[in-house]
């Protein structure tokens, strides 16, 4: 998964499951604040062995090495004390009122936590038994990036946002539909240069859910009666049952294939691909040459 997922996921777990506060609430730096941050940068933090790249010139290391120590199980307890620690000197040195090292170790946990299964669940693969195995287990049910994903992870915490203040709710709910609107076209731009189109139906379906969230608990009036956590809460149940469906429908693609490979069509289809009669490699200098099968 990409990094801005993770530390959006973080976030919302934070205010989800922990009660934290809004990230750049206008008050105070106070405990709330600091367990969303910290929550959020515990999310974010595996991702930081990319800066070894900077002081290599071995191209395959986002494969050798990515995913690696900074995502292990085996290594999460070593992180998540030191980030407690670092937090706890930073937060004393500016006077900040913290939770307490065995809590904001726990919080750090499960910020990695939540960064190493969002990453398993994709097709990347990663080592979380690492440094005893190197090998990259992968559930392989989303791609490295899923925009449905992320928007779930981040809408709901707009959202309690824009109605957190009756006074802004609807210049905020506006605001945030204009910003929104587009993106979907966006996203359909990007796929396609990528060779991955999306269909002009699922584009329009997706502004119209976007407008819908935004605009009509504002127009109606009943987003200001929904709590803060209540969005959150909503969006982190939303984002378990998108992983839900994920592996339901892996398990119904599994379960075709192996209903495919069984029948006597799969079977004929499989000894005929096998028995090709001429295939096509491309060797280590770049030149193409066939052999017979």
Request: aromatic share 12%; charged share 15%; net charge positive.
């Amino acid at each position: 998964m990409d990094t801005i997922t993770h530390g959006i996921a973080g976030a919302l777990i934070g205010k989800a499951v922990f009660r934290g506060e809004d990230l750049f609430a206008s008050h105070p730096m106070n405990r709330g604040r600091i367990l969303t941050w910290s929550l959020m940068l515990g999310a974010i933090f595996p991702d930081s062995d990319v800066f070894r790249d900077i002081f290599s010139s071995d191209r395959l290391l986002i494969i050798t090495w990515h995913r690696s120590i900074t995502h292990s199980l085996l290594m999460l307890p070593l992180w998540a004390l030191l980030l407690a620690a670092i937090t706890r000197a930073f937060a004393n040195s500016r006077r900040w009122q913290a939770p307490s090292f065995a809590a904001l170790t726990a919080i750090y946990a499960v910020g990695i936590l939540s960064h190493i299964l969002l990453d398993l669940v994709t097709s990347f693969g990663t080592m979380i038994w690492s440094p005893l195995e190197w090998s990259r287990p992968a559930w392989d049910l989303v791609f490295i990036v899923d925009f449905t994903l992320t928007a779930i992870f981040l809408v709901p915490q707009l959202l309690a946002w824009v109605y957190s203040h009756p006074e802004k709710a609807k210049s905020r709910a506006i605001g945030m539909c204009l910003v929104f609107l587009p993106t979907p076209w966006l996203i359909a731009k990007i796929g396609e240069i990528a060779g991955a189109p999306i269909s002009g139906r699922v584009v329009l379906s997706a502004m119209i859910v976007f407008a819908a969230l935004f605009l009509l608990p504002a127009l109606q009036g009943w987003g200001l009666k929904i709590r803060h956590d209540t969005w959150n809460r909503a969006g982190f149940a939303a984002a378990l049952f998108y992983v839900a469906c994920t592996i339901y429908a892996h398990q119904v693609a599994y379960a075709r294939i192996q209903k495919f490979a069984s029948s006597g069509i799969g079977t004929a289809w499989f000894e005929r691909s096998a028995a090709c009669t001429s295939c096509v490699w491309i060797s280590a200098r770049g030149r193409r040459a066939t052999w017979n099968c």
